[in-house]
């Protein structure tokens, strides 16, 4: 079993910056995917940004240019940071694991971006 555990969300200003970040325990894994999903209200869940543990970083065209995903296997910790944040930023968003064929998600934490 893996647990996940996010923290950093919050409110902020249009063009303001946000760090969130996730640290997953209980099993000694390396993760396939470690990465980051958004649902904003009445909207499905998308995909923001995933690291798999071998190649590059796959981010969502919306957020291209503006947002960076970054993990540690070592500490089995991924973070998102997120600059030049837009209203339209403003979601749910859940880290996410793909190990062992299996998915895991965290509990999830508000971003809110308004002026």
């Known amino acids: 079993q893996v647990q996940l555990v996010e923290s950093g969300g919050g409110s902020v200003q249009p063009g303001g910056s946000l760090r969130l970040s996730c640290a997953a325990s209980g099993s000694d894994f390396v993760a396939n995917i470690m990465g980051w999903f958004r649902q904003a209200p009445g909207k499905q869940r998308e995909m923001v940004a995933v690291a798999p543990s071998f190649g590059s970083a796959r981010l969502a065209d919306s957020v291209k240019g503006r947002f960076t995903v970054a993990r540690d296997n070592a500490k089995k910790t991924v973070s998102l940071q997120m600059n030049r944040l837009k209203p339209e930023d403003t979601a749910v968003y859940y880290c996410?694991?793909?190990?062992?064929?299996?998915?895991?998600w965290g509990q999830g934490t508000q971003v809110t971006v308004s002026s």
């Open positions: 996410y694991v793909h190990w062992n064929a299996d998915d895991y």
